[in-house]
């Protein structure tokens, strides 16, 4: 099986998967630098791919042709199973009007205005931005307006949170530079 098999046949769902599998490292309580951007980058490009509307997330053909062995794959399988079980019990289709298409591409562009934030060196905003697009990837996935309206208010708190410490970084800085220079 290769990966470009499994992006074709969950077509545009496959928006979803790309943005919680490159969410999920950033849901991690541990900080690691630069990891943020290691996935907001891969990030910010498949929301945009999803903001314009493309059928399904375009990869590189070195990616697709990735060939996954059986016993990985199994063993992945495994471990994720019983996490995919739960979120099948929670997630559903419902709110239909979020998972229309016209919306699916505001979705994109906001999940592209959070991976460049993400990918931004702002300390302590990794895990907050990360459930907010992990929360928007799962609704996509299942179509579950809901969770998707969870991701996004999710996503206004991880934003002024974002915007908070930027502004008092900046602040502390021209502080800083008073005191030195001043």
Known sequence: MRLGEVVAALGDRGYGLLI?????????????????????????????????????PWLPKKLLRRPFRRREFASLTQRILPWVIRLERVLKPRLPALT?????????????????????????????????????????IERDGLVMLTGLAVAAVAMAYSGLLTFAAI????????????
């Open 20 to 56: 919680l599998v490159l969410a999920a490292p950033n849901l991690l309580p541990i900080y690691i630098p630069g990891l943020s951007a290691v996935f907001g980058i891969p990030l910010a490009l498949i929301a945009v791919q999803m903001a314009l509307g493309l059928p399904r």
């Open 100 to 140: 229309h298409p016209i919306a699916e591409r505001l979705l994109g562009v906001l999940a592209l205005v959070l991976a460049i934030t993400l990918a931004l060196p702002i300390p302590l905003t990794g895990i907050p931005l990360g459930i907010a697009l992990a929360l928007i990837g799962a609704g996509l």
């Open 171 to 182: 602040d502390g800085a021209i502080a800083l530079l008073r005191s030195l220079f001043g």
